[in-house]
């Protein structure tokens, strides 16, 4: 069965428009969920509306309120809703364009698919794809999503779109609150270099397969096991090792993951005396700023 769309309109640059199809990207379907029993009858709870004066009330009886003040409310009706009418409820109207690393990725919101709504739309939709495509730029639009107008961006994705709603910037605390009172500081140089080795060690190509749901697994792995009539086999949380110090902490990470061995260049081969005679001085200032120095030229054998 095809998705259904969460959104039907048109993408709409100057004069140029075809008619879209806006579907979610992501799904929450296949997560792990709970319901709500009794504990003694097993029975699943109903949630009901309750009126604290009238108690249980039909769904058919409740209206959307806004609240003004504290206990005051408007009440807004359907035809309030669709009196509102703005151009971004059916087009999506692009306004500008900008580069994709303009977009700090704090303000983006949820993922969606854009298609093209029909055959006769298909043409439109791939030259406006190509050419933001060519262009390496992405769509600023607006439209109207669950009662409210989002800014979103549009870019082209395989042979579709890929937009992503964005939050209002009052939605964005501020950094000010969080991070004010922490001091920017100079690091030691040799700590740092000791910190990018190790980052350097566990470089890899981003494949989200690699990072799954552990959590979720073993939720699924107790839950069979009950179904099964067996007692859960309860995993112990690792243990927290001694809280030693930054130079200690880098060295042991670096003797621990050590990477695949290398070809050594002529660079390398040169650089091994001037790192043997940096290791030797700094033994006399900071004798454990030499023993992570041996132990970054160990880890690299």
Not at 88 to 112: G, L, R, W
Not at 137 to 142: D, E, F, G, Q, T
Not at 155 to 183: H, K, Q, W
Not at 257 to 278: C, F, G, I, L, T
């Amino acid at each position: 069965m095809a998705p259904r769309a969460s959104w039907k309109g048109y993408l709409k640059l100057s004069l140029v428009s075809c008619p879209v199809r806006l579907y979610p990207a992501t799904s929450a379907s296949e997560r792990i969920s709970f319901n709500q029993l009794h504990k003694k009858t097993h029975n699943r709870i109903n949630m009901k509306p309750v009126d604290p004066e009238l108690g249980l009330v039909e769904r058919a009886d409740l209206v959307k309120g806004y609240e003004y003040e504290d206990k005051q409310y408007i009440i807004i009706d359907d035809a309030d809703l669709d009196a509102v009418r703005i151009e971004s409820n059916h087009t999506m109207n692009i306004e500008a364009f900008v580069d994709e690393d303009e977009v700090d990725v704090i303000y983006q919101d949820a993922p969606y698919y854009l298609a093209p709504d029909g055959a006769m739309a298909e043409e439109t939709f791939a030259v406006l794809r190509e050419a933001m495509r060519k262009s390496g730029k992405l769509a600023i639009a607006r439209l109207v999503l669950s009662s409210r107008e989002r800014v979103v961006t549009i870019g082209a994705r395989e042979n579709g779109m890929f937009v992503c709603t964005l939050r209002n910037p009052n939605e964005v605390r501020s950094t000010a609150e969080y991070f004010g009172n922490i001091p920017a500081g100079n690091p030691d140089p040799e700590m740092l270099e000791l910190a990018e080795a190790l980052i350097k060690q566990k470089e890899t190509t981003f494949d989200p397969k690699n990072y799954e749901d552990r959590y979720e697994i073993a939720l699924m792995g107790m839950i069979r096991e009950k179904l099964k009539g067996h007692k859960p086999i309860i995993a112990a949380a690792p243990e927290r090792g001694n809280v030693i110090n930054l130079m200690d902490a880098l060295k042991a990470s670096l003797s621990q993951s050590k990477p695949p061995a290398k070809s050594k260049s002529k660079a390398d081969e040169a650089a091994k005396p001037a790192a043997k005679k940096a290791a030797a001085g700094g033994a006399a200032e900071n004798p454990l700023k030499a023993n992570l120095l041996k132990a970054v030229g160990k880890s690299k054998k």
